[in-house]
């Protein structure tokens, strides 16, 4: 599918599907121009500058960026609260930046999973929140026409987890497409 007249401002497409999803667009046809712009999502001055940034020069956003730690949930230091942060406050701060941007112009989509995974409890309910707020969203479609979607793919293997993740069996048991070439297939379920 070609995105005509439309841009795309993607978060977190450094790997991953965020990376899959940026050289399917370009496979496409798509018309291609990337800026880096650095944001912290957590941080909402720094997402405010994005979405600006975003209306400005670009114009469409796919809200991809997310985190997760593989720990007991009774073991986990504050280090939840980062995940919620991502995973969930930075969507729901995002669309506040961006709903009147979005009334004119955005397909949004958020990239979330809603599997229940015993070592990825905080993860989870950062995933399940999203998954609450988007559905919240999906009467926008009948008075704005903003289309808002959720992809839940389940878990995807990037760099951020090669370097905890030591046991293979654990990718095998918690996602149901096979893991070769994962963020490919997954990115195709944008276009």
Known sequence: MQIKDKVVILTGGANGIGAALARRLVLEGNKTNAIFVFCDTTNFDLLHQLIDT??????????????????????QTD??????????????KGSQLGIEFLKKTWWWFSLVGFYPLKLFPVSCTSKYGVIGFTQSLRDLNNTDKIRVNAVAPGFVVVNAFIKIIKDDKLLVDTILIPKENLSQIISKSFL
């Open 54 to 75: 975003a209306q400005n020069t670009f114009g469409d956003c796919i809200n991809n960026a997310g985190i997760g730690q593989i720990d007991e949930f009774y073991d």
């Open 79 to 92: 280090s939840w609260i980062k995940i919620i942060d991502v995973n969930l406050n930075a969507v729901i």
